[in-house]
């Protein structure tokens, strides 16, 4: 699955995180419901092992081989949600410089698999080192999982160890796994759209509505008959954009925003500000998924297009390669009645657009 970084002003979420569900009644609750209840159902350990895809993997017959060393494994990183078609991904970090990875599946009674995966991390994308993961410098390495479309919703558990160059393996660590269903919470179904964007730089509050244009950078140029000109390098306009949330588990998102650049040579000439405006287009397709325990919600774009300085460009992702829309801890939130999206870049530096109904 990919990982797509995104901008606070596109805001084309990522990871939502809500107040909760209410109890609707009717369909739709029935429909959560039901949804909670897959989620629950136990997959037998050599059902999840027949039916992932980890690059760079050797599945071997029998059990890992045995901790025999000092080597250390730390996976608390690590989150307990998966996704149809898509998997998983496994941040891990040790104090020894880790070489591969031993995976066992287990079903939720404790019950391994007949095999296990032997995972090297010099092969393919499934594990990537650290120099990789600029993002992430705690994590040594991760461990990419994926499904095919055998795996159904409901929870498993797995055992992994790590080892070095040299053989020494470190101790095994334990985790469970739940394949989330695709939609799960009704509370959030219909369009939202956007109401208002807040930011906070370096201290400084700032709110805008849709239509209303902000600039930045200030400057002055001289004009070629004499005399300066003064103005903004940069404006754009956030017009009315929105996300809609389907009862089947997918979503529509939409995005315009009108960009303006400060033009020097024409402003030069003219002696007044002079500015080519370019419009920008974004809208993106996918499903989203409700993550009960950690009460969130997260998207998985399948279709995207982009339209900017009239150049058009658009992306179709098959599953398993979904693109997870991500801005390091933003996430979307239930506030009273508005969907709250945020970016927290610091004490002074804050982020948040508000969608309603």
Known sequence: MKIILRSAAIAALVVLASCGKDDNGGSAGEMDEQAELLEQTPLEANTVADNVVIQGATKEEGTPPAPNGEMTIDISNAVSSAFLNEGFTIPVSSNMEIAGAYLQFESNDGTSANSYFNINISSGSSVKSQKEQQNEKTDNAYIDVGFNSNITPGTFCLVLSV???????????????????????????????????????????????????????????????????????????????????????????????????????????????????????YDAKGKWAYLDKEDKFVLIVYEDRNFYKNELSSNTYAPGDGALLVEDEAGWRFESESLVFSVDDGPNDFYKAIFKK
């Open 163 to 281: 080892y070095t160059q040299g053989n020494v393996i470190s101790v095994e660590e334990k985790m469970c796994i739940t394949v989330e269903s695709w939609g799960g919470n009704s509370d959030i179904l219909g369009k939202w759209n956007l109401s208002l964007e807040e930011k906070t730089s370096s201290g400084s509050f700032k709110s805008y509505a849709p239509g209303d244009e902000r600039c930045i950078d200030n400057f002055s140029v001289s004009c070629e008959s004499g005399g300066t000109v003064s103005g903004n390098k940069y404006c754009y306009t956030t017009n009315p954009s929105g996300v809609t949330f389907n009862e089947d588990g997918t979503f529509e998102y939409s995005s315009y925003d009108t960009n303006k650049e400060y033009n020097f040579q024409a402003s030069e000439n003219e002696c007044e500000p002079v500015y080519d405006v370019y419009e920008n287009e």
